[in-house]
Nanobody, 132 residues
Framework: VQLVESGGTSVQAGNSLRLACATSGITFDDYAIGWFRQAPGKEREGISCITSTYDGNIYYADSVKGRFTISRDNAQNTVYLQMNSLKPEDTAVYYC?????????????????????????RGQGTLVTVSS
């Protein structure tokens, strides 16, 4: 299983970035994909999740709601995170993760979607730096 994030770079506040999470080795349709971030000295934060192909529900943390948009391309087994109106406090390493939805829903209901520690697989991360 591989999850590979890309798209991280340095930008000025107010600009936009699109991150990609390319997956392989999983049955993509069966997995929810989440995006998480970890800023220096802070805990990892769940920021968005898109559930499996079969329902496609979307969740956002309050910190990014209205600015970030998650989407999935089932043909490419890839999930995107469009980040607009970036702020310096968005500076972090961004990770994606995949969770097998059927099992995790049975265990946790919907409470796992923004909890990175409950996902099955994680990528190595991509750094986003936002300067003021």
């Amino acid at each position: 299983v591989q999850l590979v994030e890309s798209g991280g770079t340095s930008v000025q506040a107010g600009n936009s970035l699109r991150l990609a999470c390319a997956t392989s080795g999983i049955t993509f349709d069966d997995y929810a994909i989440g995006w998480f971030r970890q800023a220096p000295g802070k805990e990892r934060e769940g920021i968005s999740c898109i559930t499996s192909t079969y329902d496609g529900n979307i969740y956002y943390a309050d910190s990014v709601k209205g600015r970030f948009t998650i989407s999935r391309d089932n043909a490419q087994n890839t999930v995107y995170l469009q980040m607009n109106s970036l702020k310096p406090e968005d500076t972090a390493v961004y990770y994606c993760a995949a969770g097998f939805q059927r099992t995790l829903n049975q265990m946790y209901g919907i409470r796992w979607y923004l909890r990175p520690e409950l996902y099955d697989y994680r990528g190595q991360g991509t750094l986003v730096t936002v300067s003021s």
